[in-house]
């Protein structure tokens, strides 16, 4: 554990105890992909001729998508307006962009997939009590798929998922960075939502299962809170 800034930071565990975790979460991360095959039918996020394919959606222009996402509007959103956003978006490089550092953040909602589920069971109630939730890259091998706060102040990671990678990975046409679970047939791919220039980045992406869309959210950089309780590599402590 780190106090920096105020907040008690719990780094990463011993790296059995993610691998353990995992294990221990086998029934529960099984039904979890299940649950994705069960969403109702029509992604478009996975469609084989996307590049053929005209994405139509609500028809709202992706300059406005942009901005309602940007702006945290509680809105649900069509699943196809998610995936023009999407590929208008310029990619981000694992390397460069996004290992490093944390991030908090946010589902945006389809009332299609499996992480509209989570919104409304866990999320949302536990938003109520203080938690909010991100994630956390340390290096491109070693990261928490989820980091959970309260009140800004503990953070402590959640190993249920395992550990994460991260590496550039193509998909529906262009490289970008991608995280990769350990021991799950999960990818979340991401883009960069917010402008080069503006300090507060935020990235786009988009968590599957077997490359079904289980659901959509953003991550916004979180500098104050360290990815790395040391300024160089190193195995987890």
């Not at 109702?40 to 996975?46: D, T």
């Not at 069509?78 to 550092?101: I, K, N």
């Not at 994460?164 to 679970?181: K, S």
């Not at 992406?205 to 959210?217: D, L, Q």
Request: with cysteine; hydrophobic share 40%; aromatic share 12%.
């Amino acid at each position: 554990m780190r106090f920096s800034n105020g907040r008690a930071v719990v780094f990463f565990y011993p790296s059995f105890v993610y691998d353990l975790a995992q294990f221990a979460m086998f029934p529960v991360n099984a039904a979890i992909g299940g649950m994705c095959r069960l969403q109702p039918s029509g992604s478009v996020w996975n469609a084989p001729d996307f590049r053929s394919r005209p994405l139509e959606g609500t028809g709202t222009p992706v300059s406005e998508l942009r901005r309602t996402v940007l702006d945290g509007h509680d809105v649900a959103f069509d699943e196809a307006d998610l995936v023009r956003l999407y590929d208008s978006l310029p990619t981000v490089s694992a390397a460069d962009d996004v290992v490093g550092h944390t991030y908090r953040g946010r589902i945006l909602r389809t009332n299609r997939s499996v992480l509209d589920l989570a919104e409304w069971a866990l999320v949302r109630p536990l938003t109520r009590l203080g938690f909010g939730w991100g994630k956390r890259y340390r290096t491109a091998d070693k990261g928490d798929p989820l980091l959970v706060d309260w009140q800004r102040r503990i953070f402590a990671p959640i190993p249920a998922w395992g550990n994460v990678g991260l590496t550039d990975i193509r998909w529906r046409g262009e490289p970008t960075a991608t995280m990769n679970y350990d021991h799950q047939p999960w990818k979340d791919y991401f883009r960069r939502l917010s402008d080069d220039g503006d300090p507060a980045v935020v990235l786009l992406g988009v968590w599957t299962h077997k490359h079904i869309a289980g659901g959509w959210f953003t991550l916004t950089l979180d500098p104050e809170t360290p990815a790395d309780p040391r300024a160089r590599g190193g195995d987890r402590a």
